[in-house]
């Protein structure tokens, strides 16, 4: 991503607790909405020497609290192959995602191979709905400005959102606005 015109490094957009420069292939997480680097990246550990996992680190989490997240799918999408293109130049790669990582995971592929030429040898997606499914055009007509905390909540749960995590006030909190961001973006995205 790009802030006041530098380069922030691949190294903050990418988290790879485990590099293995041999590695024949590449998967690339995408969290879900309001998740981490750390629980994706850490399956490196489960595969073989030759595939090296990352996961793509947000603005507004873990390391980039002060950075805004993008206004639109599309802004965010573009950045990122931007910032990354090199990266995905350099050997194969394939893309996971869960959530709301799916539908970015989606939209990045998508973007590669149109604008690039480029494409993940495979893309997994999990806990999402197609792109072109009824349920995600339902929340994509969700009024997220006028919403409620108690009805992002509703949603969250609809969605299959842990209960458990949300007995905590600051973890319900931050869960709240990062879920309202990532329909928000959703609402984008086409």
């Given at each position: 991503f790009w802030v006041v015109g530098v380069f922030l490094g691949m190294d903050h957009l990418i988290d790879c607790q485990y590099k293995r420069s041999d590695a024949l292939c590449r998967l690339i997480c995408f969290s879900w909405a309001g998740g981490g680097t750390l629980q994706l990246a850490r399956w490196s550990k489960l595969f073989s020497s030759s595939i090296e996992v990352s996961s793509v680190r947000?603005?507004?989490?873990?390391s980039r609290p002060k950075e805004p997240l993008a206004k639109d799918m599309a802004t965010i999408v573009d950045e990122m192959t931007s910032a990354l293109l090199e990266y995905f130049q350099e050997k194969p790669f394939a893309f996971f995602g869960h959530s709301f990582g799916s539908y970015m995971c989606f939209a990045v592929a998508l973007h590669l191979k149109e604008k690039y030429g480029l494409e993940p040898t495979?893309?997994?997606?999990?806990?999402?709905h197609g792109p072109h499914s009824?349920?995600?055009?339902?929340?994509?007509?969700?009024?997220?400005?006028?919403?409620?905390?108690?009805?992002?909540?509703?949603?969250?749960?609809?969605?299959?959102?842990?209960?458990?995590?949300?007995?905590?006030?600051?973890?319900?909190?931050?869960?709240?606005?990062?879920?309202?961001?990532a329909l928000r973006l959703l609402q984008t995205f086409s």
């Open positions: 947000l603005p507004e989490r873990e495979h893309l997994f997606v999990s806990a999402a009824t349920a995600l055009l339902l929340l994509k007509v969700i009024p997220i400005s006028d919403a409620e905390d108690e009805d992002i909540l509703s949603y969250m749960q609809i969605l299959g959102g842990n209960p458990e995590l949300l007995e905590n006030e600051e973890v319900k909190k931050y869960a709240i606005c990062t879920f309202r961001e």
